[in-house]
């Protein structure tokens, strides 16, 4: 017999969606992998339209479209309207979606469509998870955080907190290479906020701290684990934590290794 679960459908992605407790009007940050579903009628641009309809025209989506700048060889090149997504097929479904606005940080750009869309899209910034980023302005609008078949390793807003702390694992790198803006092109200094070499971070830990204090409603959609969290109470969870222990969000391998590292000779340990 077939496996039903293969053959999931725009109507059934919404009425997921919408048990797991998104709704009308919500701002959404969505990680996501397609193939996690089963098979898709209408591919990536089914889910994005089940999301639109679900969050409705007061709504909001919002996708990272991040590049290669800060990952790939010295002098990468950014192009706001062309570089596609390597964050995977639905979310370069919503960078290309009619309408969609995206912001023009190199490295770390998210893309946007609906209510708060231009707002979110055209905050500017030096560090992609400062301040001033549009990842940092998703606490402020109560945005939600939409996992589709995907862990709690991709949520990239929980690197927000560790900057805020400036985690003593990570140091501020610059990189070079070339922003294009409506095809004018120019050249940039960006700085990154890396984690030494070696180190892993584990947001898994904190999923589960997550879902332990009620923050997280989880459902099935196909083959898809789907889960749905606030972003404000996530962040100050994770805020108390690093401020209690700042290698919290180390995997414990890269933790011993670090401090190690710290006790070392040159430490004066």
Known sequence: MPDMELN????????????????????????????????VAGGAGAVVRALLEVLGPAGTLVAPTFSTFFVGPPGQVFDR?????????????????PG?????????????????????????????WGPDSPLAALERLDARLLLL??????????????YEA??????????????????????????MFRRLPDLKYD????????????????TTIGRSHVRLFDVPPALALERDRIAA????????ESRQRFERAQDGPENGG
């Open 81 to 97: 309207e062309r570089t596609p997504s390597r964050m995977g097929a639905i979310s370069e479904a919503v960078r290309t979606w």
């Open 8 to 39: 999931v459908t725009q109507t059934d992605i919404a009425r997921g969606l919408r048990q797991v407790g998104l709704a009308a009007g919500d701002v959404v940050m969505v990680h996501s992998s397609l193939s996690r579903f089963g098979r």
């Open 245 to 252: 222990d700042p290698l919290y969000l180390l995997d414990a």
């Open 100 to 128: 969609a606005r995206r912001s023009s940080h190199p490295g770390h750009p998210v893309s946007a469509i609906g209510a708060r869309a231009a707002e979110i899209a055209g905050l500017q910034c030096d560090v992609g």
């Open 203 to 218: 947001f898994e830990q904190l999923g589960r701290e997550l879902e332990g204090a009620g923050l997280v409603r989880e």
């Open 149 to 162: 078949g995907v862990g709690y390793n991709t949520v990239t807003i929980f690197h927000v907190p560790e």
């Open 166 to 191: 400036r985690v003593p694992y990570r140091r501020v790198q610059h990189f070079t290479g070339t922003v294009i803006i409506d095809g004018r092109p120019g050249p940039v200094r960006m700085p």
